[in-house]
């Protein structure tokens, strides 16, 4: 008798704990994944300022990347003859230098690290363009191997970018 009253017991407190999950989703939106939520970091008006304007000279110096690329290559990719290629391992090298040179050094330590991170992806990547330009042209590798790094080198670049904006945003940070 004494084991079935806990057993009730404990059936009764799980089911209450589930209702009361499931009403609490639904007078408070559960639309948003968990995944989705963000956290907004209590913290200065400077940081969310400074976060900013890191943020936005970035993508000014994404957009002097993009407008050469798109006069070598209209679609973006790594062009697959040696004199173009140049051009384009010259863009991207231009580009990093750029948003190295952005000062951090004030900002908070995990948008420093996000940041380092995302650099890091970039110049990896244009070290990998810089070690191609001296490929042979009429190589099949050539193509295949910059093809198949390219995807691989912009997908790391992205997850880093993600990142960066996630981290930005905990930081109330307007760069729109």
């Not at 936005?56 to 973006?76: A, E, M, S």
């Not at 191609?132 to 193509?143: G, H, L, N, R, T």
């Amino acid at each position: 008798m004494r084991s079935t009253k806990i057993f009730i017991s404990a059936v009764a407190f799980i089911a209450a704990f589930v209702f009361s999950v499931v009403f609490v989703g639904l007078l408070f939106g559960s639309s948003q994944s968990s995944s989705h939520f963000v956290y907004k970091k209590n913290c200065s008006q400077q940081y969310a300022e400074n976060i900013s304007a890191l943020i936005r000279q970035d993508v000014k110096n994404g957009r002097t990347r993009g407008k050469k690329l798109y006069q070598i290559d209209k679609d973006f990719r790594p062009p697959f003859t040696n004199p173009t290629f140049a051009d384009y391992s010259g863009a991207v090298t231009e580009y990093v230098d750029a948003s190295h040179s952005i000062y951090a050094g004030n900002l908070p330590h995990d948008f420093q690290y996000a940041w380092r991170e995302h650099l890091r992806a970039w110049r990896n990547y244009s070290d990998f363009l810089e070690s191609m330009k001296y490929a042979s042209e009429e190589s099949k590798q050539f193509e295949e191997e910059t093809g198949i790094s390219d995807a691989r080198y912009s997908q790391e670049i992205n997850r880093t970018w993600d990142e960066v904006l996630r981290i930005a945003r905990e930081y109330n940070a307007d760069f729109r």
